[in-house]
């Protein structure tokens, strides 16, 4: 299936006729093609968010609240084929992509929906001086927004949901290697009453289409997640133009266990924040540290819970673990797996490629545990994003904590302990934007979300993405 640009309402192809391949992940095979969108491209939706942008950011918030429900509605119902499309693009299980991605995609509609109707900006009256300050929070006009292959369709509309709601228009880019989501997202779109130019997707790679939204002087601002590195990169851009931005970036999460914790709970709650998804989730739980006293036993019924999930073809039902989402991703995550023995590592469980019946060229891995011996290694400071975890023991609360706190990263971390104050302290020095105490990857749409140090900049979700999404202007009114 050949993919279009979706630009003022229309579907068109790129203006200079260049395409990229599309994989299947599954099976390794080519099975249609996407534009690999220049510079023109982008100028042209420019021009057509530009000419949409004093109509949108005047429509009044009910309008926009019914257009989000609509598109929210139209979402789920074509959940099944909406998660077939993400499945086969990105390799997940298509009962994964049924059961999470795409209801989120409709729920970050309709939060947004709900949350522009109750978004309020502040006032101050300035006692003795007879003057009233107040906020408006304007939108600020065209903004970017591009978006990663691991949740494509529900990142791609985190991010643009928030956009639009707050009256912007958008130039958004999904990833070059999970296209097909978001061009389907346009049909709906159109089908919702979503005027014309209101958004516009432009595709292609990140360092030619991406690379001309980021550097384009009227694209206000920018909201990217994906690497850490490509982070860096887009700041050095944008931040030289002073546009804002909100980078979520990459994690290598600590996930700590306590011998005082729920220990079934915990077990059955580290398989999935390990392996969901391939592994393939900024806040997976890639480093497990684990008191001592439970080390062994953890150890052992860790290896067998994994041991049973089942790796295969992501159209089947039973399938845990489908193809990871291309072949150089594949030969990276691989790479972390041959220096794990170099580095003093232990291959527990997994480590080798998975031939699958009937998908033989898909890019399929064991979920695969490490023990290592120092938080030091690579493989513990390095994001494989990949179905591998370490684990490691420690004996105290404070060698727990400064292992978990010992990584250029700080996106999210997980718990396990039913001791209060251990609780408290952990959750006040963890150097993360997140933590999870005796659960993983449990969302509320109203929440900060994002992460400190190298997992990024700004935080998206709620009132935050909205406030992301505008401009502060103080007026003072002298009575
Ligand atoms: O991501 P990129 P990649 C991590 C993970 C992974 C690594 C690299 O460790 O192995 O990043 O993955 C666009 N200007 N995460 O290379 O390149 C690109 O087209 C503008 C963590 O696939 O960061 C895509 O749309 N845009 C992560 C998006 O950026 C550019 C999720 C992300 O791609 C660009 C994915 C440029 N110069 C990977 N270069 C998470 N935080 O969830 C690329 N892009």
Request: proline share 4%; charged share 20%.
């Amino acid at each position: 299936m050949n993919i279009k640009n979706y630009i003022n309402g229309e579907f068109v192809n790129p203006i200079k006729g260049n395409y990229l391949d599309n994989y299947n992940p599954s099976i390794g095979k080519i099975y249609g093609q996407i534009p690999n969108s220049t510079k023109e491209d982008v100028v042209l939706a420019l021009e057509a968010a530009e000419k949409a942008f004093s109509k949108w950011s005047t429509t009044t918030l009910d309008e926009r609240s019914k257009i989000f429900s609509k598109i929210a509605d139209l979402i789920l119902e074509k959940l099944d084929f909406l998660a077939a499309a993400e499945s086969k693009d990105n390799g997940k299980p298509i009962s994964l992509a049924k059961a999470v991605d795409i209801p989120r995609a409709a729920s970050n509609f309709q939060f947004f929906a709900n949350a522009i109707t109750q978004f309020s900006s502040e006032a101050h009256e300035s006692v003795g001086l007879n003057a009233i300050n107040f906020t408006l929070r304007q939108p600020l006009g065209v903004v970017g927004c591009i978006s990663p292959w691991n949740l494509p369709l529900y990142l791609f509309t985190w991010k643009i949901a928030p956009a639009i709601a707050a009256g912007n228009c958008v130039i958004a880019k999904p990833s070059e290697v999970t296209p097909m989501t978001a061009y389907l997202l346009g049909e709906i779109c159109t089908e919702a009453g979503l005027p014309k130019g209101v958004l516009n997707i432009v595709h292609g790679l990140g360092t030619s289409t991406g690379q001309a939204i980021v550097a384009h002087p009227k694209i206000k601002a920018i909201s990217f997640t994906g690497g850490t590195k490509t982070g860096a990169h887009i700041a050095s851009i944008a931040a030289p133009m002073f546009k804002k931005l909100s980078l979520e970036l990459g994690g290598k999460n600590p996930n700590i266990i306590f011998a005082d914790c729920d220990y079934d709970k915990m077990l059955e709650t580290t398989v999935r924040s390990s392996f969901t998804n391939q592994g393939q989730i900024c806040l997976c739980g890639s480093r497990i540290f684990v008191e001592e006293t439970i080390y062994e036993k953890f150890k052992k019924e860790f290896i067998k819970k994994v041991s049973e999930l089942k790796v295969g073809n992501p159209s089947e039902k039973n399938t845990n673990i489908g193809a990871l989402v291309s072949h150089q991703h594949l030969e990276k995550v691989k790479s972390y797996i041959d220096i794990a023995e170099k580095e003093g590592g232990k291959i527990l469980f997994g480590g080798d490629s998975v031939t699958v019946k009937n998908c033989e060229n898909g890019y399929y891995l064991q979920p695969t545990i490490i023990e290592v011996q120092n938080n030091k290694c690579k493989l513990n400071q390095e994001e494989i994003f990949g179905p591998v975890v370490t684990m490691m023991s420690f004996k105290n609360d404070k060698e727990a904590l400064a292992l978990a706190n010992e990584s250029k990263y700080g996106l999210s971390a997980t718990l396990w302990t039913n001791n209060l104050n251990r609780t408290m302290q952990f959750a006040k020095q963890l150097q993360t934007g997140i933590v999870w105490v005796n659960t993983w990857m449990l969302r509320d749409l109203r929440t900060p979300f994002g992460g400190a140090k190298d997992s990024g900049v700004g935080r998206e979700g709620g009132f935050e993405a909205l406030r992301f999404f505008t401009e502060p202007k103080n007026i003072c009114i002298k009575y």
